[in-house]
Each structure stands twice: as structure tokens, then as C-alpha cells.
Nanobody, 128 residues
Framework: DVQLQASGGGLVQAGESLRLSCAAS????????VGWFRQAPGKEREGVSC????????YYADSVKGRFTISSDNAKKTVFLQMNMLKPMDTAVYYC?????????????????????RGKGTQVTVSS
């Protein structure tokens, strides 16, 4: 069975850090781009960052550039999102999703439901 399991969320104060993990199984991880999406209360889901597991390229939303770093451990089939200097505006449920044979930018631009595989979310809450 295909699974994408997001974890690592929590409650932190503004300026602190969190590291999210997305553990994948059931598909050929190396052939996919994996992205993080988030949905804040009352807002639409939006792309945060994506990484191509085939070439390692990454793409970021303007709102997180310089603060978030996406990385992938292909051997462990896990994608990480290191989130530094967190702000209250980063409060959301974070989801990971995978798209076959995609560049990081193309995957980032896709609607969450257009991704081939989608996981359940992990809550990130940043207090001021």
C-alpha cells in the first residue's frame, strides 16, 4: 500500500524551529517529486516547498524562502522540512504529497489533489 506519513508538528513560539518528516512507502520514491502543502484555518491549501528526488532540485514559496529548507533522504524514503524562524502566519496543518516524474517547480504549482499520492497532515501552531 502507498503511504505518506507526515510527522513532527507541534506548538512552538515565534522564532523557534520545527522539523517535519514525510515518510514514504509503497512506490518508487526516487522517481517522484515530494512537496509540502499547508492549510491555515479559513484559508485555501497552498504549496510550501517541493523537492525532486531525481535531481535534488527544490522550490519554495516566497513566504518561506530563507526560513524553510526541504531535503530528502532517498535511502530512508523520507523528505524533511526544516522550518526556522517560525511566525504565527505559519500556523497550519501541513501535508506532504508526491507527483511522479515531476520537477520541483511543476509539483509545487500543482493543486494538492492533483498530486499522485497524498498524506494526512500534521498540525503546526506558532504562538506570538
Amino acid at each position: 500500500d502507498v503511504q505518506l506519513q507526515a510527522s513532527g508538528g507541534g506548538l512552538v513560539q515565534a522564532g523557534e524551529s520545527l522539523r517535519l518528516s514525510c515518510a514514504a512507502s509503497g512506490f518508487n520514491f526516487d522517481d517522484y517529486a515530494v512537496g509540502w502543502f499547508r492549510q491555515a484555518p479559513g484559508k485555501e491549501r497552498e504549496g510550501v516547498s517541493c523537492i525532486s528526488n531525481s535531481d535534488g532540485s527544490a522550490y519554495y514559496a516566497d513566504s518561506v524562502k530563507g526560513r524553510f529548507t526541504i531535503s530528502s533522504d532517498n535511502a530512508k524514503k523520507t523528505v524533511f522540512l526544516q522550518m526556522n524562524m517560525l511566525k504565527p502566519m505559519d500556523t497550519a496543518v501541513y501535508y506532504c504529497a508526491a507527483l511522479h516524474y515531476s520537477s520541483s517547480r511543476y509539483a509545487y504549482l500543482q493543486d494538492f489533489y492533483a498530486m499522485d499520492y497524498r498524506g494526512k497532515g500534521t498540525q503546526v501552531t506558532v504562538s506570538s
